[in-house]
């Protein structure tokens, strides 16, 4: 079974420009959540989709957003990149919410350098 | 604010000891994750604990929750330097009408050969 895919891995961009960050879930889950991961603050939740629908959001500016496609592959977009974005983006499939308590398949993460 | 907190932040042994890192919470959860992540890598699940077990067992790990101190500890045994690696705890946590999984701020491991 294939895992968690991740594109890209590797992002390199300027400040005010927006970037599209994609995950594929493992096939079968209908769960994926977005974390952002920096030195400073840890691993922070960005955003849950189930069933295309955005259930669950984190503390984050409006800049950050995303979906979720009918086959569960998901996109999450960050417009008017700041210096502060530079972080690993990381996707995460589970087969329900998390209210069902199930864990995560990470992906591998997109690196994101903004300059 | 982090819903967990791991100690310690870091922690140095040598390979074959047994390493044990803890994990704080603040509020009533259903369960209880640990993950594994090397150095700029994905992380990866190792073991789920519901609230109503006290102790779990996989492998060379095992997960003790103590819900009326809101802590948790991973043992990790005969350690290898393979487990290098950061671990993290994760809750469940509720806020704002939705619930999401938090990460602690986890607990960098370094096996020495």
């Known amino acids: 079974k294939a895992g968690v895919t991740q594109t890209p891995r590797y992002l390199i961009k300027t400040r005010g420009q927006q970037v599209t960050l994609s995950c594929s879930p493992i096939?079968?889950?209908?769960?994926v959540s977005w974390y952002q991961q920096t030195p400073g603050q840890g691993l922070q939740f960005l955003f849950e989709?189930?069933?295309?629908?955005?259930?669950n959001k984190g503390n984050f500016p409006g800049r950050f957003s995303g979906r979720q496609f009918s086959n569960s592959r998901s996109e999450m977009n960050v417009s008017t990149l700041e210096l502060g974005d530079s972080a690993l983006y990381l996707c995460?499939?589970?087969?329900?919410?998390?209210?069902?308590?199930?864990?995560?398949?990470f992906g591998s993460g997109t690196r994101l350098t903004v300059v | 604010s982090q819903q967990g907190e791991e100690d310690p932040q870091a922690l140095s042994i040598q390979e074959g000891e047994n390493a044990t890192m803890n994990c704080s919470y603040k509020?009533?959860?259903?369960?209880l994750q640990w993950y594994r992540q090397n150095s700029g890598r994905g992380l990866v699940h190792l073991i789920l604990?519901?609230?109503?077990?006290r102790e779990k067992h996989s492998g060379r790990l095992r997960v003790t929750l103590d819900t009326s101190k809101k802590s948790s500890s991973l043992l990790i045994t005969a350690s290898r330097a393979a487990d290098t690696a950061s671990y993290f705890c994760?809750?469940?946590?509720?806020?704002?009408?939705?619930?999401?999984?938090?990460f602690g701020t986890g607990t960098k491991l370094q096996v020495i050969p």
């Open positions: 995460a499939s589970s087969p329900a919410r998390q209210e069902n308590s199930y864990g995560y398949t």
């Open positions: 096939s079968g889950h209908r769960s």
């Open positions: 989709y189930f069933s295309e629908t955005q259930r």
């Open positions: 509020t009533s959860i259903n369960n």
């Open positions: 604990i519901r609230s109503n077990e």
């Open positions: 994760a809750t469940p946590t509720r806020g704002g009408g939705y619930q999401k999984v938090t």
